[in-house]
């Protein structure tokens, strides 16, 4: 499996917010070699807090960094940037984290914390996406629009930030996970342990990663000679598998944000299916809004099928979320879509569509009623404005004089809303 300018960076101590952007020292693009220069895509991963001096929190943030970057598919120019916390800990509040994403040109961040419960440790972890910090254009983000009968319908995340169930972590894993992280300096001529050392992969240095295979990756650094070293794959290091989750959301928001839309649909897919079960309502949400639109966007067959896969993952993300105006809205843009795009003239619109649209419309009345959303009222004032022109709520054939002012008074109620 190759990996092209895939490229891992490592610094010591959190520089953004703390000193003058202007006195921050560049960590991208110092590198002699281009093969180590300014990777497109970029996940930003912080050390772990983690109780007393315990070393957990670094050595997860490098297994991290070093998973995202030797198991992802879909992209050509991908990093992964690990800060380490400065003796005096800097707290990573909203503004923090978004200041060290937009100088290290990050859309995904990764943070979390170790705590101990008695004789047990947790690991509890977090996730933000800040896909303009990396200067991704919106069109690539996971705002949707459609425009019918010159009425646009717009469908934005309910979030930007996720948290992942708590895991509880053995301690014997957390040797283990020392022991790991010790052994992975030395740069072997062959991917293994018996072969001849050829010398040392620095930890706080930029790396790249040429290929991976099964738990051996070559890396290779602006000075010196490439060579292989062990990582230890998070599915196979026993009490870590399930911070596997944390990694594969990242990299599918990543695939999404960089176009590999297929690549995105299969990391989520993977992770609802597998690392799904205990999370919080808002995070599978998300998870099924990015797969139901890498669904669209990938031309998928069945995300434009009467029976849409993409609607359906909408949908939902609506019973996760009940109170959320976000899913209606993005059903909303979906169907509207699909029946456009079947349609051969605005007088065929009405066939099979009916009791979609009336299906969209009680949804947007429930989020406007149940949240007095502005983005959900314009929504639905727009659909009600689309079905004056076109037949979509009432049947064949233009509305009568009754639907009509029915749906002009509604519009009027919801414009004093917006």
């Not at 000075?223 to 990582?231: C, Q």
């Not at 009345?365 to 004056?388: C, F, G, Q």
Request: charged share 20%; net charge neutral.
């Amino acid at each position: 499996m190759r990996r092209a300018r895939a490229t891992a960076f490592t610094v010591l101590a959190l520089l953004a917010l703390l000193i003058p952007s202007a006195a921050v020292p560049a960590v991208r693009g110092r590198i002699g070699d281009p093969r180590l220069l300014d990777a497109l895509y970029q996940i930003l991963v912080f050390e772990y807090d983690s109780p007393g001096d315990a070393p957990w929190g670094w050595e997860l943030a490098q297994l991290m960094d070093q998973e995202a970057l030797s198991t992802i598919s879909g992209l050509t120019s991908v990093g992964a940037v690990c800060l380490g916390q400065p003796a005096e800990r800097v707290l990573l509040s909203r503004e923090t984290i978004a200041g060290n994403a937009a100088i290290q040109g990050a859309a995904v961040v990764i943070w979390g914390e170790f705590y101990e419960a008695g004789d047990v440790v947790y690991v509890h972890s977090h996730l933000r996406l800040l896909p303009s910090a990396a200067g991704i254009p919106e069109s690539a983000g996971l705002r949707e629009t459609v425009t019918v009968a010159e009425q646009e319908i717009r469908a934005e995340p309910p979030t930007d930030q996720v948290n992942f169930s708590p895991v509880e972590i053995p301690r014997a894993t957390l040797a283990a996970l020392h022991q790991a992280y010790e052994q992975s300096v030395t740069l072997r001529a062959e991917p293994s342990p018996s072969a001849r050392p050829v010398g040392e992969l620095s930890l706080r240095r930029p790396y790249g990663i040429a290929e991976v295979r099964g738990e051996w990756m070559k890396v290779y650094m602006a000075e010196g000679p490439p060579g292989w070293v062990p990582y230890r794959p998070l599915e196979s290091a026993a009490g870590l598998k399930s911070t596997r989750a944390i990694v594969l959301y990242a990299q599918g928001a990543l695939q999404f944000y960089s176009g590999a839309y297929r690549a995105a649909q299969r990391s989520f897919e993977d992770y609802l299916a597998h690392y799904g079960a205990g999370q919080d309502p808002m995070n599978l949400a998300l998870a099924r809004i990015f797969l139901g639109t890498a669904m669209l966007r990938s031309g998928d067959p069945t995300a434009s099928a009467p029976d849409s896969s993409a609607e359906r993952e909408y949908a939902q993300a609506g019973d996760l979320l009940p109170s959320s105006p976000a899913p209606a809205n993005y059903l909303a843009v979906a169907s509207l879509r699909r029946i456009e795009a079947r349609a051969p003239s605005p007088a065929d619109t009405v066939r099979g569509a009916g009791m979609e649209i009336q299906a969209v419309e009680q949804r947007l009345l429930h989020a406007v009623k149940e949240t007095s959303d502005p983005l959900a009222a314009r929504n639905l004032s727009a659909l009600y404005r689309i079905s004056l022109s076109r037949p979509l709520l009432w049947g064949p054939g233009p509305p009568s004089a009754q639907q009509r002012s029915a749906a002009e008074r509604q519009i009027g109620v919801l414009r004093s809303m917006r």
